[in-house]
């Protein structure tokens, strides 16, 4: 089996090591459930400039925000939009013995993640292992809910603020027909507008 060169990437909020080194084939693994409800293909907003494109030798993706300006007590999402290259495919929650697709964002203050939405997986099968594994191997998009704080610190804090960069990172492991390869960690990013005057047009906070 032959050795193939891999990529490096920095994280763009931390500074993170990338393989993309070895070439292999991991054992059979059974089938896991599949992932959860499916989520659409959004558009990407490009007249509000907000989306970052970024490509590996597998995957090409664009992030971008829900929504082009927040303010706080807003809920909104980070759309990450993949598009595999042609003939690989990506492992999906409840492939076991592979590295499953998964989406970190880098904690930042005033930003409380609430969930982050997969699509509905396809099952692939790799014949020599008749194994049944779900993939993602056609375009699709990974959606992390997040809230804006709405207390008096994050409204003081945000007031004078246009926008705010929310660093990331998206992991994956990316296999072909025959082989599979070493997982990789890609950094990303969103850039998210603020409203102006934020302290008096934030929502207002439900008396308790």
């Known amino acids: 089996m032959r050795r193939m060169t891999g990529l490096g990437v920095l994280l763009l909020a931390a500074t ?16 896991g459930p599949q992932a959860g409800a499916g989520v659409p293909i959004f558009s990407l907003p490009d007249e509000h400039g907000m989306t970052s494109n970024v490509s590996t030798r597998h995957l090409d993706i664009a992030t ?6 927040v303010m706080p007590g ?36 005033y930003i409380r993640p609430v969930r982050l939405v997969y699509p509905r997986a396809e099952i692939y099968t790799f014949k020599p292992l008749n194994e049944r594994v779900p993939t993602y191997q056609k375009p699709f998009t990974l959606v992390q809910e997040l809230m804006l704080d709405n207390t008096a610190a994050a ?45 008096e047009h934030a929502v207002k906070a439900p008396a308790k």
């Open 155 to 199: 409204r003081a804090a945000l007031r004078e603020k246009t926008s705010m960069t929310i660093g990331g990172a998206l992991t994956y492991q990316a296999c072909d027909d025959r082989l599979c390869y070493d997982p990789v960690s890609v950094p990303l990013s969103w850039l998210i507008g603020l409203a102006p005057n934020t302290l």
């Open 74 to 109: 807003t809920r909104f999402s980070l759309l990450t939009q993949i598009t595999p290259h042609a003939g690989l495919h990506v492992y999906a929650p409840g492939a076991s013995s592979y590295k499953t697709i998964e989406l970190k964002v880098v904690p930042t203050k």
């Open 16 to 31: 993170m090591a990338v393989a993309a080194q070895d070439v292999r084939k991991s054992d059979g693994s059974k089938p």
């Open 64 to 69: 971008y925000p829900s929504k082009p300006v």
